[in-house]
């Protein structure tokens, strides 16, 4: 659909309870979990294990749902509000969990290849945060793109401007393929430098690493 034509069927002012706004407006909100500090959830024990269950399950969600909205641009319809929902539920649990394990690696207080593979674990967590922000962003973007250029203007003049010509949404879709992609990556990534952290530590508390980080040989 052209701009000419979007700008022809634009409704009389801007309609702000439409999902795009909704959705931009809970992302917002979900930032509010970012300085919230969990250290134990219950009996004592400590939150980022229990925490951390909720985005390798969402995150991966939302990665594969938006590739495959990507793929079947209908699908948007159907599913992208439900998908971007999921995307801030799984943006804000990433705040908490990183939160909860800064809190824990301050109470472990641990040393060696543990504390540098934990230090590794928490700067790729750092970039996960930045990468699936970035992501969520844009997927409610595209969502918007897709549903303006399908002839459902929002009223609000610059962003029907700029998001109903094709070459945007194509764009959008392709920037949502990299994040994606890169947010798989790095979930990855954090997940098996937290595991290798976890062995490291085992390890050590039982008496020591042996060559190659094996513990040593019985005498």
């Not at 948007?76 to 909860?100: E, K, P």
């Not at 929002?154 to 029907?160: E, R, S």
């Not at 994040?179 to 595991?195: E, R, T």
Request: aromatic fraction near 6%.
């Amino acid at each position: 659909m052209s701009t000419e034509t979007v700008s022809r069927a634009a409704p009389k002012g801007v309609d702000w309870r439409r999902a795009e706004f909704v959705l931009t407006l809970c992302a917002f909100v979900g930032f509010l979990t970012l300085p919230i500090r969990l250290t134990t959830i219950y009996a004592g024990l400590p939150a980022h294990p229990l925490l951390i269950h909720v985005p390798v399950i969402l995150i991966p969600v939302s990665v594969l749902g938006a590739l495959a909205c990507v793929a079947r641009p209908v699908w948007l319809d159907r599913y992208g509000i439900l998908l971007s929902g999921t995307a801030i539920v799984a943006m804000s649990s990433i705040f908490l969990a990183m939160q909860a394990g800064a809190a824990l690696e301050a109470g472990l207080n641990l040393q060696g290849p543990a504390a540098d593979l934990i230090h590794r674990h928490s700067h790729a967590a750092h970039i996960l945060a930045i990468l699936f922000v970035a992501f969520t962003a844009v997927l409610i973007v595209t969502l918007a793109a897709h549903r303006i250029s399908g002839g459902r203007p929002t009223g609000l003049g610059i962003a029907d401007r700029l998001l109903s010509p094709r070459s945007s949404n194509v764009a959008l879709r392709v920037l949502l393929v990299l994040l994606a992609l890169g947010c798989a990556y790095m979930v990855f990534k954090v997940g098996d430098l937290g595991a290798k952290a976890v062995w490291q530590g085992r390890l050590q508390h039982a008496g020591g690493l042996g060559p190659g980080g094996f513990p040593p040989p019985p005498s």
